[in-house]
């Protein structure tokens, strides 16, 4: 969707700009994951579940301008959808991945740390966490 520059987006479409967003994220991570750069497909993971759970704030909120923040936490805290134990910790863990892809001098010792045996687990939790949250909208 292109942002519309001459009137202002319904809530509907701010919620559409965060879900198609965060598709093409999700294929872009895939694409990394796939040519092995997988601190960058971690990277995009966050990003995917950032921008979905802005979504969700937008939706379960007055404003259609969710915070500028990239802690999925708070993000989680500020919608109404019922998050397990394990997923609210699961979303703390992949908030390291938002930093790690920012930051090169933060990322270097992760490089060695990633690879696909310890970076798929996680994409198939995003995977799942993804598909749940796209179905809630």
């Known amino acids: 969707m292109i942002i519309k520059q001459l009137k202002a987006l319904?809530?509907?479409e701010h919620?559409?700009?965060?879900?198609?967003t965060a598709r093409h994220d999700w294929r872009a991570g895939q694409n990394m994951f796939k040519?092995?750069?997988?601190?960058?497909?971690?990277?995009?993971?966050h990003l995917?579940?950032?921008k979905l759970l802005k979504a969700h704030w937008?939706?379960?909120n007055k404003g259609n301008h969710p915070p500028k923040i990239h802690n999925l936490i708070l993000l989680a805290a500020?919608?109404?959808?019922?998050?397990?134990d394990d997923e609210r910790v699961f979303l703390g863990r992949m908030n390291d991945f938002q930093l790690e892809g920012?930051?090169?001098?933060y990322s270097q010792a992760i490089y060695k740390s990633y690879k696909q045996?310890?970076?798929?687990?996680?994409?198939?939790?995003?995977?799942?966490?993804?598909?749940c949250l796209l179905k809630s909208l």
């Open 10 to 12: 319904t809530k509907q």
């Open 15 to 20: 919620i559409d700009y965060w879900i198609e």
């Open 35 to 45: 040519s092995k750069d997988y601190v960058h497909a971690l990277f995009f993971a």
């Open 48 to 50: 995917v579940l950032e």
């Open 58 to 60: 937008i939706k379960d």
């Open 78 to 84: 500020g919608i109404s959808y019922s998050f397990t």
């Open 102 to 105: 920012r930051y090169p001098d």
């Open 117 to 131: 045996k310890e970076t798929e687990p996680i994409l198939q939790e995003v995977e799942r966490i993804r598909k």
